[in-house]
């Protein structure tokens, strides 16, 4: 199936600082990216959808100015965290849907990144 | 909006079948989909329905009742290494959102 990568795994800042995760689709082109959070013993909540070259939509109760969506190409979109604190800890997860390899109904998860605030 | 549930915690013997039940409101509905998720890890995908009716693949199984916004996941021969959560996932005309997730804890 098709791959979806996120970069990085892992990652510990100091309150206060911005984190960028990155999520890249390797061997299709995605149409439109999906950043999901998930609270430990929590499902996956949708924070925003973005399309190539469009503004992202965010969802209900995330703060666009906090978080930050750029879907520059269509195998590239990026989320920064800005002025992380340690309510932002979270394992954060892309999710890829497009045309090209793979069925167009199915949607291509990253591994996820485990952000950890201090 | 949707609104999508699930039970929260199952368990069930090594080599049985189980079922894990899913009711969801929508708007606009376009498919809904299973996914496995181990602890720490994303989810991956198991199946998906958008018509009615019962998809097979291997040992597991999924149904879709539209008209009763209703589907469950069959997993037969149970193995130990299917203890994880089961997402069930419903895509309107934007995007998908998730159920809480089925804790299914497999026991020898």
Same mark, same amino acid.
């Given at each position: 199936?098709?791959?979806?990568?996120?970069?990085?795994?892992?990652?510990?800042?100091?309150?206060?600082?911005?984190?960028?995760?990155?999520?890249?689709?390797?061997?299709?082109?995605?149409?439109?990216?999906?950043?999901?959070?998930?609270?430990?013993?929590?499902?996956?909540?949708?924070?925003?959808?973005?399309?190539?070259?469009?503004?992202?939509?965010?969802?209900?109760?995330?703060?666009?100015?906090?978080?930050?969506?750029?879907?520059?190409?269509?195998?590239?979109?990026?989320?920064?965290?800005?002025?992380?604190?340690?309510?932002?800890?979270?394992?954060?997860?892309?999710?890829?849907?497009?045309?090209?390899?793979?069925?167009?109904?199915?949607?291509?998860?990253?591994?996820?990144?485990?952000?950890?605030?201090? | 909006?949707?609104?999508?549930?699930?039970?929260?915690?199952?368990?069930?013997?090594?080599?049985?079948?189980?079922?894990?039940?899913?009711?969801?409101?929508?708007?606009?509905?376009?498919?809904?989909?299973?996914?496995?998720?181990?602890?720490?890890?994303?989810?991956?995908?198991? !199946? &998906?329905?958008? *018509?009615?009716? %019962?998809?097979? #693949?291997?040992?597991? /199984?999924?149904?879709?009742?539209?008209?009763?916004?209703? !589907? &469950?996941?069959? *997993?037969?021969? %149970?193995?130990? #290494?299917?203890?994880? /959560?089961?997402?069930?996932?419903?895509?309107?005309?934007?995007?998908?959102?998730?159920?809480?997730?089925?804790?299914?804890?497999?026991?020898?």
């Amino acid at each position: 199936g098709a791959v979806v990568s996120q970069h990085p795994s892992w990652v510990i800042c100091k309150s206060g600082t911005s984190v960028k995760i990155e999520c890249r689709s390797l061997d299709f082109q995605a149409t439109t990216m999906f950043w999901y959070r998930q609270f430990p013993k929590q499902s996956l909540m949708l924070m925003a959808t973005s399309n190539e070259g469009s503004k992202a939509t965010y969802e209900q109760g995330v703060e666009k100015d906090k978080f930050l969506i750029n879907h520059a190409s269509l195998t590239l979109s990026t989320l920064t965290v800005t002025s992380a604190h340690p309510e932002d800890s979270s394992f954060y997860i892309c999710s890829a849907r497009g045309g090209g390899q793979g069925s167009s109904y199915e949607q291509y998860f990253g591994p996820g990144t485990r952000l950890t605030v201090t | 909006g949707q609104n999508i549930d699930q039970p929260t915690e199952m368990t069930a013997t090594e080599g049985a079948i189980v079922q894990i039940n899913c009711t969801y409101q929508t708007s606009g509905f376009n498919g809904l989909f299973w996914y496995q998720q181990h602890a720490g890890e994303a989810p991956t995908f198991l !199946s &998906y329905n958008v *018509l009615d009716g %019962l998809e097979e #693949k291997g040992r597991f /199984s999924s149904f879709l009742s539209r008209s009763k916004g209703y !589907s &469950y996941l069959l *997993l037969k021969e %149970l193995q130990m #290494k299917d203890s994880a /959560s089961y997402l069930c996932a419903v895509r309107d005309r934007r995007d998908m959102r998730f159920g809480a997730g089925t804790r299914l804890t497999v026991k020898p």
